[in-house]
Each structure stands twice: as C-alpha cells, then as structure tokens.
C-alpha cells in the first residue's frame, strides 16, 4: 500500500456551539442550540453548551495544542448568532472581533483556517420565522456568507457553506431529536431543499469576493442491507438515494434522484422551483465528507419510508454504539467516484473519529488505545480508496477536544484531547500522542 501524498492536508475539527461557551458574551445572539437545550428532557444529562469548553476565551491554548500536534490545517465553525444577533441586518463588530483573532492565531501558527459557516447554530429569531422549512432562510444565509467573505477575504483558507444538512433534516426537523427540536416527518423536506439552496446561494456570495476554495461539508454513508433479501436491498437502496443522493444530486448533477421526487409527491411542487436546480450545482472546490458508520438498513413496512436501521452485531462498537467499519469509508469514496465520475469534486474527509469514555488514570494519562486502532483503522482504509484513484487530499479527525456532544451532552467524549468540564483542563490522551508520532514521521 502506498503512502499520504505529500501535500495532504491533516487537520481537526470542532464546531462552535460544541465548543465555545459564552453564550451571553459580547452580544451574540441566541441559536437555536440555546433554546434546545435548556428545555428540560432533550439533553441526556440535561447540560448545554452554555461553557462547553471555553474555547471562547482558552482558543490560543487549544491553537497551541494543534500547533504541537503537527496538524496543517484546523477546520472549525462560525457562529452565526454571533456574527448577526438577529440572524439578518446588523453585524455585531465584536463577534466578527472573535473570529478576527482566531484566524490570526492560527495563521500565524501556519495553520490553515477551513471555517464552517453553519454547523447547526441557527439564529432564534429565524427559527421563529420558520428556521429552514422558510424559503427566505437560504437568502438570510447568502446574505451572511458575503458578510464574512467581506470580513475576512482570504484569511479563511477553504470555506465549507454546511455541515450535514442531512442531520438538520432528519433530527432537527424531522425527528425533533436536535434543535430546533420540530418532527413533521416527511413534511420536512423543504428542509433539504432551502438549506442547498443556501449553500447555492452562498457559493456565488462568497465568490464575488474571496479567492479562497469553496466546499460543503455532508455525512454520508453506504447503505448496507441488513439481509440478501430483495426487500432489503430495495430498503438499502431507498436509504441510499434518502441519506446520500438527496443532497449530492442536486449539487453535482443538478436533480433530484427519481425516487424522492415521487416520495414528496405533490408537495415537491411547492418548494422546489427548476431555476433553484442551477443554484444549487454551482460548481466547488471540493467535498467535505463526514464518515462515522454505514446505515444498515432493513424493510419494515410500518416504519417511515418502509425502513428501519439495525445494528450490526457482528461489530465492535465505539462507545457511543456506533458500529467500526472502516471498509465502508473505502466503499463509500470508490461508490461516490463510480457514481459522480468527472463531476466529483477533490474530497477532503472533514470528519472521522470516535467517542470512548476514557478518564485519566491515577497518573493522570488517558490511554484511549481503541481510538487509536480506529483511527489506524480508518487511515488505511482511506488510503486503500486513494490508492484506486479516489482524489482525496485532507483527512481531519473529530475531534480535537472532548466537547458538547448535541443530544448526548458530555456523555460522548470524541478528543484528541481530554477537557475535565469542571476544571477546564486539558490533557492530550494516548491518541493525539500517536497522531503527533504520525505526522512527525511525515
Ligand atoms: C457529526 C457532527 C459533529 C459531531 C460528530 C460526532 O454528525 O457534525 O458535530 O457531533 O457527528
């Protein structure tokens, strides 16, 4: 097998909400997130990101800590309620202040800044318009992008519009299992449709103004059936077109597959219009890909869309249960080159990792060796899809600290990086030792 090409981009990940705290401070505005979480029953151990890891104000701690890690490349998230309280109009100076000295810290550490500009942190006020089931959302969005492509030009080395709005969809819109908490089921498509329309929008925004390469960040799985039978493989195929091809259809190859215009029947005609197809395919830069897990999936005629997911119960498991299959990270990126041929983008894999529940022995190490296999794991695999000619050129892991996990709160601990929510304290665990022995030996 051979080895990284030598202008890989090695980075972490983080996003705002998961990680910054001072949700009062220095006026930022309420998201989404904040309402969430401080409604009693929706959070597993009925915490918020209200501190989460003060990286608000522990941020040049936290670049010294990736700086000695080895990494080239940090990708993070800008909260929108900070930068507009209100989610459209006025800017607030002091948020834009915020990320001013996040991104000089960083490049002068020569590490390359790829910003998310939405990763889940909706602004309260347009929630209550209707958040993203609202046409006008995806042009508040546009309408922000080219603010911060003013503000901050080619400081922001890659710029990556969305982070999974699969799972906006599905939990936060569908399922109510996230912020903004809403379960219309499928009423909820327009969610899909206004968020890719954003990004469409957002595109040509941040286009005008900065040079810097443009990507979106989607989780993505294979779908696997969970038996040979023919209603299972139709199930896996339907999840499939569900939790993949609704979003990169529209992006690389201006449609929606078949199937899902058919499942959303009459009510496709009142949210999708045919010129909103041609917004939504601008061309990118690259394909942010987040891998965790399949979907196995199998048919069950009561469920919504005749599926459900099973659990693979020949697999280990991370410790939030997820299934380890690093083979389905090489089926994935050779399915997506197969199917997208020329019209795929380079990919950057902007998320993979794990959560283990890890805790400072005695001797106040933290010895995560299962986050090291699976990150071994998932390496190789990546480079087994390289290796076939998959143009892949960035990996980052998620994530660089244990941080606020959504609906699972701290019970999920996904970092390089311990953080004691007491103490604040950080402790690099086992892994980012191994991951700094790895990239030194680059
Ligand atoms: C992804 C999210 C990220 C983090 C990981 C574990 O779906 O983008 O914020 O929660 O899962």
Redesign the pocket.
Known sequence: MSDFPKHFVWGTAT?AY?IEGAVQQDGRGASVWDLFTHTPGKIKDGSNGDRACDHYYRFPEDIRLMKELGVNAYRFSIAWPRIQPEGKGRVNPKGIAFYDRLLDGLLEQHIDPYATLF?WDLPQALEDQGGWMNRDTAYRFAEYAHLLADAFQDRIKSWITL??PF?VLTLGYALGQHAPGKAYGLQAMPVAHHQMLGHGLAVQAIREISQSPIGITH?LAPAIPATDRDEDIQAATLMDEFHNGLFLDPLLRGQYPKSLVALMGEQAESFIRTEDLSVMSAPIDFLGV?Y?APDHVRANSKAPLGLEMVPMPDRPKTGFGWPIVPEGLTQLLLDLKERYAEKLPPIHIT?N?C?YPDLPDAAGKIDDSKRIEYLELHLEALLKALDKGVDVRGYFC??LLDNF??AEGYTQR?GLVHVDFETLKRTPKASYHWLQQFLRGR
């Open positions: 996003a998961q990763h982070n999974e799972v989780s987040n965790y998320e990792g959560s998620w994530s996990e959504w996904f």
